[in-house]
């Protein structure tokens, strides 16, 4: 996973070698926010970062209508290999948000953000938020400051490491999701274990308003 901005092609060439790297089944994150949308009714989502769709057949399968952004085209095609040509994928970096003007229930963004610099995340909570639907949830997954890799690397800036190959990786706590998810209708910070520990972060727009 890398900065999307500066290095894009790494995404290409990761699909391109690596294929479907992750396999097929969902993720944890992935079950745990199918549950909670269909509890909360949401009827069409956007996945920024969606890969090559791993986590987004569990929700269609559940009768949601999926949006996806991807920056790799071999990832896009994928997609349309595995799990039909129907579901709409936008090309490109989730950092030129927004692609359309659709207004979704619930937003899903997993292992994404914490991929990004400050001023990126930034835009990718500002960007999401505006486009969720008036009581519409958003939720976020992100590393966290208790996995092995945190503090490995090159320094970049604070809790942000450079892991590998110019893989930069922002680590979250509490304290600095409060900080970037508060404005945006913050609510619930779960942990959550996967191959690194997470933080599930919740979010939802109460009313209709831009941050």
């Known amino acids: 996973m890398i900065n999307e901005t500066e290095k894009p092609e790494f995404w290409e060439k990761s699909f391109i070698e690596k294929q479907e790297m992750w396999g097929f089944e969902p993720s944890k994150s992935a079950v745990l926010t199918?549950?909670?949308?269909?509890?909360?009714?949401?009827?069409?989502?956007?996945?920024?970062?969606?890969?090559?769709?791993?986590?987004?057949q569990i929700f269609r399968d559940n009768g949601i209508v999926v949006t996806g952004?991807?920056?790799?085209?071999?990832?896009?095609?994928?997609?349309?290999?595995?799990?039909?040509?129907?579901?709409?994928?936008?090309?490109?970096?989730?950092?030129?948000?927004?692609?359309?003007?659709?207004?979704?229930?619930?937003?899903?963004?997993?292992?994404?953000i914490h991929l990004l610099d400050s001023n990126e995340r930034t835009k990718l909570i500002h960007d999401c938020y505006n486009q969720l639907a008036e009581n519409g949830y958003m939720i976020f997954t992100a590393i966290s400051k208790?996995?092995?890799?945190?503090?490995?690397?090159?320094f970049v800036s604070k809790d942000r490491y450079e892991i590998f190959d110019g893989v930069n990786m922002f680590f979250y706590d509490r304290e600095s999701i409060?900080?970037?998810?508060?404005?945006?209708?913050?609510?619930?910070?779960?942990?959550?274990?996967?191959?690194?520990?997470?933080?599930?972060?919740k979010c939802r727009k109460a009313m209709t308003k831009a941050i």
């Open 34 to 56: 199918k549950d909670f949308f269909l509890q909360n009714s949401v009827k069409n989502m956007l996945i920024p970062g969606i890969g090559y769709g791993r986590n987004a």
């Open 69 to 112: 952004i991807e920056i790799s085209q071999t990832a896009i095609e994928m997609a349309r290999k595995h799990y039909g040509t129907e579901m709409i994928i936008y090309h490109g970096s989730v950092t030129d948000m927004p692609y359309d003007t659709c207004q979704y229930d619930g937003i899903f963004c997993y292992a994404l």
């Open 146 to 154: 208790e996995a092995h890799t945190y503090g490995k690397g090159r």
């Open 178 to 201: 409060s900080e970037e998810f508060g404005k945006a209708g913050l609510f619930d910070i779960t942990e959550v274990t996967e191959n690194f520990p997470f933080f599930l972060i």
